[in-house]
């Protein structure tokens, strides 16, 4: 598939339209990428320095989440080459690494937090490594200083095995405790393992939220009643320098979409 990826972000680099959200986990320093590499999405901090370096070079706007909704609800985001960046948990390391590199590169970016997870260490009992999530004091620095907060559930759980009562509690008591803990309005929403079904589509919007994201391939152009809960973001692989998530930035997956759409008409 890297031949034809490649070849298609020739093609495609300049030419894609619309509001690309891109998806990240972490971002580690080398000594510790192959451990976080195991329990998530992990990509070097010389990594997403690069990327960053590759969007400003190839003249895609970086915007926040508010602007790029905008952008979506008004039917511009097809005129321009528009990136949204999100990270999915909440980890210090987003903190830590991503946040000054965000900053220093002038961009922002929107940050999926689990509630129960925000301040705790978790040790993991396979190896003993510590999971550790930012706290309520690095969530509202990066707020002061232009990121904004989505909900990633209440704790990360798989909503499509869950029964309707309890999704609900998911979507709404985290959507609750972020904000009593910010002081601000959270009304976006990314499925935990981008699972979803019609019983979270039917509670996710009776839970205040405006806008639901999954893993998908592509840009979105426009958004409306059918798909505000189901906005594609492209996955950000694990991996100190894999040429894919730069193939991924530029648009050469992007011949997926047509069948991820298929198998969503498919499913739903």
């Known amino acids: 598939m890297l031949p034809v990826a490649k070849l298609s972000a020739r093609v495609r680099a300049r030419a894609w339209r619309g509001v690309r959200f891109l998806c990240y986990h972490s971002v580690a320093d080398e000594p510790d990428l192959a451990a976080l590499s195991q329990r998530t999405p992990a990509v070097s901090t010389a990594e997403f320095g690069r990327h960053l370096a590759l969007i400003r070079s190839c003249g895609y706007t970086v915007v926040s989440m508010a602007d790029g909704l905008r952008l979506l609800e008004t039917d511009l985001g097809g005129r321009g080459q528009y990136v949204c960046i999100t990270f999915d948990d909440g980890r210090l390391d987003n903190f830590l690494h991503a946040w000054p ?52 559930g209440r704790s990360h759980r798989d909503l499509t095995t869950l029964d309707p009562r309890t999704i609900r509690e998911e979507l709404t008591e985290s959507r609750r405790e972020l904000e009593a803990l910010l002081g601000g309005k959270v009304l976006s929403f990314a499925y935990a393992y981008a699972r979803y079904n019609r019983r979270v589509l039917e509670q996710i919007g009776l839970a205040g939220y405006r806008h639901g994201f999954t893993i998908n391939t592509g840009t979105a152009f426009r958004v409306d009643e059918v ?27 992007d011949f997926a979409q047509s069948y991820s759409a298929f198998k969503r008409r498919l499913r739903f």
């Open 101 to 152: 590199l965000l900053r220093s590169a002038g961009a922002s970016a929107h940050f999926f937090v689990t509630s129960e997870l925000v301040g705790t260490s978790t040790p993991s009992a396979r190896d003993g490594y510590m999971d550790r999530y930012m706290s309520v004091d690095h969530l509202r620095t990066m707020v002061a200083q232009g990121a904004s907060i989505g909900s990633h």
């Open 227 to 253: 798909s505000r809960f189901t906005l594609p973001r492209n996955v950000i692989r694990s991996g100190g320098n894999d040429p894919e998530n730069e193939l991924v930035i530029q648009g050469g997956m």
